[in-house]
């Protein structure tokens, strides 16, 4: 067998000939975990040499799981005295919250590589290392010496294992042991494990009153149902795998913003959930879970639909099978909204009828056009125009034969005076002649001066079926899919950005008033100045911070706006004792305070 140095050797030489020449190595040298994470490491875009730990901003530090782990550190580090070590804990997405350091000389190792609060340790940041890769696989893990990814972390050893919620047994973070390669151990990883142990025990034995409560009511779902069932409130989402094979991670946002509705009117409500590319829709039944008279979260229980069908709620609460609308090629979304957009617009071209596609400035109109023209051609040949005087004087002089079989007019707001009267007699005759014609056209609600802009009278007389784009604040259930959409758009599927509940639950509250256009110069920006994958609250563009303040609140959001006031007014404006009395993290109650609006500077609630 290979001594330790002997074996760094060999590691060491796997390790460079993958980087230089892409080769892969032989499995009884490297550990094909640490291969996999090697490749991983490359498909980001690192490179060895460079990568370095780059700062997350809005992390809070002063969380539940930041006290139970030093609860539980404070009486354990005896065991590894004597030896140089760090040990770090972070969160869910990689950023690091907390460090512990043995002595002031690995403390200065550890400051030169940034291992220090507030930065990430993800491997998609640093590459192969103990923490990101128990974050990314959710197994314990030891990565020695030069299985590390950085060249800079050749000479260290380090142990990390995840932690998970007491309650939903997801992933909340990991702790991590990093030391010299020389005191290299596997032992090490084992106690790195039982200190996990012992912080999700403190955990759990922390958890709230209206916690255990959640918890009751979905154990008690659970036994009753064979079907998917889960419970939710703002922070808490618990469920059976069934459940979230049904629903994915895109949906849970949606299903908090339903949910808080259901819990604030103590009703029962029914969606239908259609997540993008599946082959089966989701019904929803959401139930408000109590403490007593307060709702404090709500219990869903879901049922499969058959392909084709979609479950439809009657006035009765019950529910009937009916063809599920059909959607658009490409394009995102499944709310109820965009389904019937689609639908409709997807009728009139079936059955060859012009069709005038309009809409809000950014909600999608040229997209639209274009995916009908797709469904509609069949692999025929497409032209797309901007209609305009030279453009109408062309197609009125081009003979019957050349016309294409299908024709977008994209733009049709420009038009003015005559040209909307000549426009009006080409669709006459493409008609006749078995056209497909799909029109767009910029469109207001009210009368105005915009320039580019037309009411619904502008086309009055156009012989058309005239469908409208749904704006996004008509459609905010396909808010989640749309942003992952945009995110791989923009950055591709390595630089995904994770959005935090505070994040979401602001932009469902943003006026959007040039919808998809906003929302994608959104998710660009952040690409562009991202600190890793998070976005908090804090990462938001002020601008659309203020905006989405001015925005009514929905009823379960006003209940955490009394719930607010109330603790801060008991504590005489006292954030600190309000955020204990609400039984939050300071940091929690100032993220929620921006999220809804609430003025942090005033000094009088």
């Given amino acids: 067998m290979l001594g330790l140095t002997q074996r760094a050797e060999a590691i060491a030489g796997a390790r460079k000939s993958f980087l230089e020449h892409d080769e892969i190595p032989d499995a009884t040298i490297v550990r094909p975990e640490i291969y996999a994470s090697w490749v991983r490491s490359a498909t980001y875009g690192l490179r060895s040499d460079t990568v370095r730990l780059t700062r997350m901003a809005g992390t809070s530090t002063d969380g539940e799981l930041v006290k139970a782990s030093e609860a539980v550190v404070a009486g354990r580090l005896e065991t590894i005295s004597g030896m140089h070590w760090g040990l770090t804990l972070t969160n869910e997405v990689g950023c690091l919250l907390r460090r512990w350091v043995g002595d002031s000389k690995f403390e200065r190792r550890l400051d030169r590589r940034s291992v220090i609060p507030g930065f990430s340790t993800a491997e998609s940041t640093i590459g192969t290392n ?108 618990i469920g059976n795998a069934a459940a979230f094979r049904s629903i994915g991670t895109a949906s849970q946002p949606l299903l908090w913003e339903i949910a808080s509705r259901s819990a604030a009117e103590h009703g029962e409500q029914e969606i239908v959930l259609a997540p993008e590319g599946a082959e089966h829709a989701v019904l929803a039944r959401f139930s408000p879970v109590l403490d007593g008279d307060a709702p404090i979260g709500a ?249 989405a303040a001015r925005r009514d609140l929905g009823g379960m959001e006003q209940a955490e706006v009394e719930a607010i006031l109330r603790a801060l007014r008991d504590a005489g404006g006292n954030r600190r004792q309000a955020a204990v009395q609400l039984g939050v993290a300071r940091s929690t109650l100032y993220r929620k305070m921006r999220a809804l609006g609430l003025d942090l500077s005033a000094a009088n609630y």
């Fill in 130 to 237: 103990a923490s990101g890769c128990a974050l990314l696989t959710g197994a314990p893990i030891l990565v020695a010496g030069p299985e590390h990814f950085a060249d800079d972390a050749a000479h260290m050893s380090s142990a990390a294992a995840p932690i998970r919620h007491p309650l939903t047994r997801r992933i909340i973070g990991t702790l991590s042991l990093s030391l010299d390669f020389r005191d290299t151990n596997a032992l090490l990883l084992q106690w790195v494990r039982d200190l996990v142990t012992l912080i999700e025990q403190q955990l759990r034995a922390a958890l709230s009153r209206p916690d255990h409560i959640l918890f009751d009511a979905y154990m008690a779902a659970v036994r009753d149902s064979r079907h998917p069932v889960l419970v939710i409130n703002e922070k808490t989402v």
């Fill in 299 to 547: 219990l869903v229980r879901l049922r499969m639909q058959r392909t084709g069908t979609s479950m439809i709620s009657t006035a009765t609460g019950h529910a009937r099978l009916s063809p599920s609308p059909p959607t658009l090629e490409g394009l995102v979304g499944a709310s109820p909204a965009w389904r019937r957009f689609c639908a409709e617009a997807l009728a009139a071209v079936s059955a060859g009828q012009p069709l005038l596609v309009v809409g809000e400035r950014g909600a999608g109109r040229s997209a639209v056009a274009h995916s009908l023209a797709r469904a509609c051609a069949a692999g025929r040949p497409i032209e797309v125009v901007a209609p305009g005087p030279q453009e109408l004087a062309r197609l009125e002089g081009t003979p019957d034969d050349e016309l294409p079989p299908v024709l977008v007019l994209d733009g049709a707001q420009a038009l003015e005076g005559d040209d909307l009267s000549r426009c009006s007699a080409l669709l006459t005759r493409l008609d006749r002649l078995s056209v497909q014609v799909i029109l767009t056209a910029r469109l207001q609600e009210h009368t105005g001066t915009d320039e580019g802009v037309r009411t619904a009278a502008t086309f009055a007389d156009w012989d058309v079926v005239r469908v409208g784009v749904p704006a996004l604040r008509h459609r905010l259930q396909d808010l989640p899919a749309l942003l992952d959409a945009f995110g791989t758009e923009l950055g591709g599927r390595v630089t995904q950005l994770v959005w935090s509940p505070e994040a979401l639950q602001l932009l469902h509250r943003a006026p959007w008033p040039t919808n998809l256009t906003a929302l994608r110069s959104l998710v660009r920006t952040l690409l562009q100045k991202r600190n890793g994958s998070w976005v908090s609250l804090d990462d938001l563009p002020p601008a659309l911070r203020a905006s």
